[in-house]
């Protein structure tokens, strides 16, 4: 076990809620070998839970399932941390210190510790993103080791609110019985899971499509330099969607099937009724479907695209926009973006030390945050089950007995009795022998 780690995580979706297995090897690489889900609506909203119990009851079954499929016992998890109220602010710490003074790690540690009990209001300190260090007027990024007189830390803060984490702990510790490992930030999650050190370096915006909320995270020199998160996502489009007299889950079904960022010219071609199994699409036709979606898309994509200027850092995004999330498979969402921004766009791929023990769940982009929690997790979450084969191997010693003492043999029993009955048998033979010689 310490040359390979099993961690295992949960993540708590508007849509779904999924829960997962990797193992963690020493080489770096990760494979996942299991994935679970469930339903979330009613539940869980814009990524914050709503319904404890339900939600509780939902998390018991994954967990039962995921104890069926991997080489041991889960005994802590890890959860990703997201919703519609987490996002970063900008914080400084500032200390004078004796001149000549060496910047160490119990330094820097102290500055992001005071960091943390800056006052928000209506909000907690999740995380403490350190970016770049003021070292007597000199920008450093990493300043351990330097000297000065004066110091002055700029990191981001993550904050959202308080009910997120408590409604977590109510879940998962005391309802499900299960140890929480550690909280990680869902955004941070995703880039582990798909950006590359050259994008984040170079600069990139990496916006995940989720059900309830659109969250942006902007990398800049390998840094975390933004993030917000959007109360707009896929579920909005299903719910526009349900206005042209459809029941939700026949408005999920045509969004999948004809969803389109971009509507094409209508044309005769182009009007036609919609043919969905179950569905009576009689009244409903193409091209209202098509302005719904774009309608509600574009929305979402405005929103992205002025909180990209509100960066600050629109024109130093050399490696463009990714995407991913559930609701980023829509139709022409690439195309629809690059308009909007000017940047180029392209779809989210995992990292490559990734592989997965079942194929079927390789790929598919709803599970890219999921596997990010594996990627940040640090702990072994498993108990490793033993197999017979390693009992058995086990050479038992048996107890050293104490010979017990020789007992002395008892000697033979006489086969004509005691000497008393000896001598009165003697008796009366011979008196049986006189009286037999009177008589002769």
């Known amino acids: 076990m310490d040359a390979e780690k099993y961690i295992a995580a949960i993540e708590l979706g508007t849509s779904k809620i999924i829960g997962i297995v990797g193992q963690k090897n020493e080489d770096g690489t990760l494979q996942v070998l299991a994935i679970e889900r469930e339903e979330s609506s009613g539940c ?26 991997v080489p041991g016992s889960i005994n802590k998890m890890y959860v990703g941390v997201g919703g519609q109220s987490v ?15 060496p910047v160490t790690e119990v330094l820097i540690n102290s500055l992001h510790a005071e960091s943390r009990t800056f006052p928000v209001f209506n909000a907690e300190i999740m995380d403490v993103v350190p970016n770049e ?8 990024t990493n300043p351990v080791g330097t000297f000065c ?43 582990a899971a798909l950006l590359t050190s050259n994008e984040k370096s170079l600069g990139c915006a990496l916006i995940d499509f989720g059900a309830g909320t659109t ?35 026949d408005a999920e079904k045509l969004k999948i099937a004809f969803g389109s960022a971009i509507s094409t010219p209508i044309t005769e071609k182009g009007i036609r009724q919609l043919g969905i199994d179950g569905l009576d699409s009689s009244k409903i ?16 994509v405005e929103n992205v695209k002025e909180q990209i200027d509100a960066s600050g850092y629109a024109d130093q995004l050399s490696a463009g926009i990714i995407i991913t999330g559930g609701a980023s498979q829509l139709r022409e969402l690439p195309e629809l973006l690059h308009q909007k921004t000017g940047l180029e766009v392209k779809r989210g791929t995992l990292q490559k030390n990734i592989s997965f023990a079942n194929r079927t769940e390789a790929g598919n982009p709803a599970y890219s945050q999921a596997i990010g929690l594996l990627l ?30 020789k007992k002395t043999p008892k000697p033979p029993k006489d086969p004509d009795g005691p000497s008393w009955w000896k001598n009165l048998k003697n008796k009366a033979e011979q008196l049986f022998d006189e009286n037999d010689a009177k008589l002769s």
């Open 133 to 140: 260090y003021l070292i007597d007027n000199h920008l450093e």
């Open 87 to 101: 996002r970063t602010i900008s914080h400084k710490v500032r200390r004078r210190l004796a001149e000549d003074t």
């Open 44 to 69: 869980i909203k814009r990524g914050c839970i709503q319904n404890v119990e339900e939600a509780a009851n939902r998390v018991k079954k994954i967990i039962t399932k995921l104890g069926n499929r």
């Open 376 to 405: 940040l997790g640090e702990e072994n979450c498993m108990t490793k089950k033993v197999s017979v084969t390693e009992t058995e191997s086990e050479v038992v010693t048996p107890p050293v007995q104490k010979e017990k003492p």
């Open 215 to 249: 969250t942006l995270s902007i990398y800049k020199d390998d840094l975390l330099r933004y993030m917000i998160t959007i109360p707009f996502g896929g579920k909005n489009i299903t719910k526009d969607i349900g206005t042209l007299n459809v029941l939700d889950t």
């Open 149 to 191: 007189s004066d110091i002055e830390a700029n990191l981001k803060l993550i904050i959202g609110r308080p009910s997120i984490k408590k409604n977590i702990e109510r879940c998962l510790f005391e309802r499900s019985k299960m140890q929480i490992a550690g909280y990680i930030i869902s955004a941070q999650a995703t880039a």
């Open 285 to 300: 036709k193409y091209q209202d479907l098509c302005h719904v979606i774009e309608a509600r898309i574009e929305e979402i």
